[in-house]
């Protein structure tokens, strides 16, 4: 069992930046695929952004070049910087993992609130 902890979100400016970090904790994460994803009222969860156990990296056309995914193996972490924040970007992200086997896990999200 893996259990995700999310941390960071908060009310920001239009433009600013805030960083997400989430905490797996349970089994180390060896070969899990890490994701964040989000959900604004009303509109489906969708990803945001994704790191292989290698660390091969995978953004949402709609954050690229604005949000950096990263984790550390070591401390089992996962960590999302997000610059440059619009108002589309408010949300509840969640932290996810993906064992080698299929099964996905969700931390319990974090609000994430942009104003102009």
């Known amino acids: 069992q893996v259990q995700l902890v999310e941390s960071g979100g908060g009310l920001v400016q239009a433009g600013g930046s805030l960083r997400l970090s989430c905490a797996a904790s349970?089994?180390?994460?060896?070969?899990?695929?890490m994701g964040w994803f989000r959900q604004a009222p009303g509109k489906e969860r969708q990803v945001v952004a994704g790191?292989?156990?290698?660390?091969?990296?995978t953004y949402a056309d709609s954050v690229k070049g604005r949000f950096t995914i990263s984790r550390d193996n070591a401390k089992n972490t996962v960590g999302l910087d997000m610059n440059s924040l619009k108002l589309e970007d408010t949300a509840v992200y969640y932290c996810?993992?993906?064992?080698?086997?299929?099964?996905?896990?969700w931390g319990q999200g974090t609000q994430v609130t942009v104003s102009s």
């Open positions: 996810a993992a993906d064992s080698p086997w299929g099964r996905r896990y």
């Open positions: 349970g089994r180390t994460l060896s070969g899990y695929t």
């Open positions: 790191i292989t156990w290698s660390g091969v990296r």
